[in-house]
């Protein structure tokens, strides 16, 4: 395409784009996980045009992992939103999680640890799901 972007938006697209992989790896994509899509994208800004690009075809999305401890406790932590996006936890897309976590160079206490501070905040239904305060949480684990 030829289009510059900046290396906090293809970090950014990454990180939508891996999360749109989760959340298509049961073969669903319901209501529920297309809106933490959307809020995931607006924390992002990412417009409306590229996340119906990302999500025709997120394998096209360019890889950019942020190396920030918080900005990579941020990442992880959106791809076990994805997870949990519908209010379960499919077992493919756990499965995806750890697979694209590893390739991502995450260790699985890393992945364990996003993903289980996701999945308590999910359950607990107690106000607004704010995924940058589960980060902070979760990054010492990134240091």
Do not use: C
Request: aromatic fraction near 6%; avoid cysteine; hydrophobic fraction near 45%.
């Amino acid at each position: 395409m030829g289009e510059f972007k900046s290396p906090e938006t293809v970090e950014a697209e990454t990180m939508l784009a891996k999360a749109v992989s989760i959340m298509k790896a049961d073969g669903n994509l319901d209501e529920s996980e297309l809106s933490v899509l959307r809020d995931i994208a607006s924390r992002l800004g990412i417009g409306e045009g590229d996340i119906d690009a990302i999500l025709n075809d997120p394998e096209s999305v360019e890889n950019s992992l942020p190396t920030d401890p918080f900005k990579r406790a941020l990442f992880i932590v959106f791809m076990a939103s994805a997870v949990w996006a519908d209010g379960h936890a499919d077992e493919s897309e756990q499965h995806l999680l750890s697979e694209i976590g590893k390739s991502l160079d995450y260790t699985s206490e890393q992945i364990r640890t996003a993903t289980e501070a996701v999945a308590s905040a999910m359950k607990s239904g107690e106000g607004e799901f704010d995924p940058a305060l589960i980060a902070v949480k979760v990054a010492s684990v990134f240091s």
